[in-house]
């Protein structure tokens, strides 16, 4: 069993940064890959990021491409989202997961957290 709990969401103008955290309870979160995800109002949840287990793969959607990172500290059971150059399109509810083994599609997740509110300003 894994419980997970985002951080890191608030309020900030286009061009700033964020960095979400994923905090994970539960000894064998470091043999399972993390996915963040996304919803905006009215819209489904779509991928954002995942990363490995070991975090030696990772993989992004093209929207994030090249201003999102994903790492994670397996001794502190964390997976973090740093975001730059956000803009007003990434506002939404962000949400951790976690999956056996890495992938794109949320149906392939067996663990999610509560998410954490990102709001972009123009």
């Known amino acids: 069993q894994v419980q997970l709990v985002e951080s890191g969401g608030g309020l900030v103008q286009a061009g700033g940064s964020l960095r979400l955290s994923c905090a994970a309870s539960g000894r064998t979160f470091s043999s399972y890959a993390v996915g963040w995800f996304r919803q905006a109002p009215g819209k489904e949840r779509e991928f954002v990021a995942v990363i490995s287990w070991s975090g030696g793969f990772t993989s992004y959607a093209d929207s994030v491409k090249g201003r999102f990172t994903i790492s994670r500290d397996n001794a502190k059971n964390t997976v973090y989202l740093q975001m730059n150059s956000l803009k007003p399109e990434d506002t939404a509810i962000y949400y951790c997961?976690?999956?056996?083994?890495?992938?794109?599609?949320?149906?392939?997740?067996?663990?999610w957290g509560q998410g954490t509110q990102v709001t972009v300003s123009s």
């Open positions: 997961a976690a999956a056996s083994r890495s992938s794109l599609y949320p149906r392939e997740y067996d663990y």
